[in-house]
């Protein structure tokens, strides 16, 4: 029987918007996302990919047809709970799901619908079922590395103008190969270095790390991107992590891989990145 724990609102959305060659969501057994309200409620509007769970007199029934010992991902959520303890439909319908083939912990969203979508409006549907070429396309936002604060993305997210509206998107950090695709936004940084072990990514670090902080500070989201956010401006994004959170390489490489598993910094811009770890914490544990 799988446990049963909490689902942060940042987790729900990075698991929806993870993306490599194709959507992670694409994958009929990447994740089974639950909304245990009434069916009204469900019918006027529901997250992206969630499947309607109806509950009859004698509680909940699952949706007919699918193995849930293959399920890497299964998450419930309701109108607002926000406690195990609760006696909620998300935790009934949790606890079903526990002993009925589930392997790894279900998952109840905390806050449920009404956090959820506060946070994130744009990820609410209508739609009820995909068709595989749907879920192949569907369209994936950047990756949320500190809650309403620091986001990790790919340029053409970046240039996705609607998109980052609603994502309220403030500032930009682009690491490129070639001036020839820069934009013109007063309140983006461009860093022109190519994905080579030989590049020096260190000689930015400050800069980048300062350009971000200070945008944050007037209240600005931060995006970092490159042409697909997993080498470059990973880099630049742990570099600040190091920098502003204190954290040590491992911890910072540790809390983004938890947000999306596809970053691979170069090996030498991981070598550049230990450095600027000795450089950002020494002086703290050896006064």
């Not at 918007?17 to 996302?33: A, F, G, K």
């Not at 926000?82 to 109840?108: R, Y």
Request: proline residues 5%.
């Amino acid at each position: 029987m799988a446990c049963i724990a909490l689902c942060e609102p940042t987790e729900l959305y990075n698991l929806l918007n993870r993306c490599s060659d194709y959507p992670n969501v694409s994958d009929p057994e990447y994740v089974l996302l639950l909304d245990a309200r009434d069916s009204r409620a469900y019918d006027l509007d529901h997250v992206i990919t969630a499947k309607h769970v109806k509950k009859s007199d004698d509680g909940f029934r699952l949706p007919v047809g699918i193995n849930l010992e293959t399920k890497l991902n299964c998450i419930v959520y309701d109108g607002k709970t926000s406690l195990l303890t609760e006696s909620s439909p998300a935790v009934e319908c949790a606890q079903l799901l526990s002993v009925n083939g589930v392997q790894d912990p279900v998952k109840v969203l905390r806050g449920g619908y009404e956090k959820f979508t506060a946070l994130y409006p744009f990820l609410r549907t209508q739609k009820v079922s995909f068709t595989p070429r749907e879920l192949d396309n569907f369209q994936v936002h950047p990756v949320e590395i500190l809650p309403e604060l620091v986001y990790l993305g790919t340029s053409k997210q970046a240039a996705n103008h609607t998109m980052m509206s609603k994502m309220k998107i403030g500032a930009f950090l682009s690491c490129l190969s070639s001036k020839e695709t820069k934009r013109s936004r007063h309140t983006e940084f461009f860093i022109e270095i190519e994905d080579s072990n030989d590049a020096d990514i260190s000689q930015y670090f400050e800069k980048a790390s300062d350009f971000i902080d200070n945008h944050l500070q007037q209240g600005r989201r931060v995006l970092l991107c490159g042409d697909y956010g997993w080498s470059r401006s990973a880099a630049m994004l742990l570099a600040f992590l190091i920098r502003y959170k204190k954290w040590t390489f491992q911890d910072a490489h540790s809390h983004v891989m938890n947000c999306t598993p596809y970053i691979k910094p170069n090996q030498g811009f991981i070598r550049q990145l230990s450095e600027w770890e000795k450089r950002c914490l020494e002086p703290e544990t050896n006064p």
